[in-house]
């Protein structure tokens, strides 16, 4: 009996609950000593919201978790482990402040601005009203060598590109890049005809970019100006990293000198160029800085590479072995490429 009475009290609650004007009638319907037997009571705030305690490792560097401890070289050759060792050797500036106070750093950063200002990258003048300065940052890089030990100190200056305003201080923003299609034919064509494929590299080559819109630069952090020259700002003549137009802005460069040069540029991939005198050809195709060619023609290699290097700080990386995510192999028997898919 008490049962069945229960049940039904239940189930007159449960109907006037989901009305939300009866939620309280329902509520009464329900005896209080029932209440306090059937239902348990809520702790205290004070026993809920407390994290149980976690490991907290004592530190003693500013490394929170030491790879040490994670990591074993045991499995790698002496090289590899050489290698592996000089990665945590040097530690990279947080600041313009702690790079200055490395020499090794202050020199990067000195050489990465006389070559800026060889190239004539900017000149300062007055901001113009209503004209907002592009802010930069130097990064800071270690470059090594194979068997681990460090190569050199690189520090470059880079625009703050996400600053820049559509319309105003950028435009075009795009640069063509080779068609995979372009690519497998002229493999094809020095398999099938023994053409050398010979591979180049431009050095800093968005700095070699000129700017049609005009682009104002704050100065470089750590900069030694006069008073005079502190309220002043950079205008740029040329591209610089990190700015949106600057890729298209250095092909833009590059296209100008190969036509004056007597190259074609091809229709249907605006990165192929062709030069073709006394029944001989050349071919070059360009992707970013790199730069394949492959011809008959060895004078013609020779005049072109000649050339470039007057136009542009040029380094000839020898017979092709990667290029576009491709590795390039080859042998009396052909050319083997491989693709490996990244992890």
Not at 166 to 187: C, S, W
Request: aromatic share 10%.
């Amino acid at each position: 009996m008490v049962v069945r009475q229960r049940s039904s009290i239940l189930r007159q609650a449960l109907i006037l609950i989901s009305q939300p004007s009866n939620a309280f009638n329902a509520i009464r319907l329900i005896p209080p000593i029932w209440i306090s037997h059937n239902f348990k009571a809520l702790p205290h705030r004070h026993n809920r919201g407390i994290r149980k305690p976690t490991y907290e490792p004592e530190l003693s560097t500013k490394v929170k978790y030491p790879m040490s401890n994670y990591v074993s070289t045991h499995r790698l050759s002496e090289s590899n482990k050489s290698f592996v060792n000089q990665l945590s050797t040097v530690a990279i500036p947080s600041s313009v402040q702690e790079a200055l106070a490395d020499p090794r750093w202050k020199a990067a950063m000195n050489e990465e601005m006389k070559s800026l200002q060889k190239n004539e990258t900017w000149e300062l003048v007055e901001c113009p009203p209503g004209k907002k300065p592009v802010g930069c940052r130097w990064i800071y890089t270690v470059k090594y060598k194979a068997d681990g030990s460090i190569e050199r100190f690189k520090a470059r200056l880079v625009a703050k590109g996400y600053t820049q305003t559509y319309g105003i201080d950028y435009i075009e923003t795009f640069a063509p890049v080779p068609k995979i299609n372009t690519i497998r034919v002229l493999l094809s064509l020095a398999a099938n005809l023994d053409w050398p494929l010979q591979q180049f590299d431009v050095k800093n080559a968005f700095l070699h970019g000129e700017l049609s819109e005009e682009v104002y630069m704050d100065l470089p952090p750590g900069c030694m100006v006069s008073e005079k020259q502190c309220q002043k700002v950079c205008k740029l003549k040329k591209s610089l990293y990190g700015l949106k137009q600057s890729p298209i802005a250095w092909f833009g460069r590059f296209t100008k000198s190969m036509r004056a040069f007597g190259y074609r540029q091809s229709n249907s991939d605006h990165t192929l160029f062709l030069k073709k005198q006394h029944g001989k050809i050349t071919t070059l195709i360009v992707y970013v800085d790199d730069m394949v060619v492959t011809r008959n023609d060895p004078e013609e290699r020779k005049a072109l590479q000649n050339y470039l290097s007057r136009e542009f700080e040029m380094k000839d990386l020898g017979p092709l072995k990667y290029f576009l995510g491709i590795e390039v192999s080859r042998s009396s028997e052909g050319i083997f490429l491989s693709q490996k898919s990244m992890p």
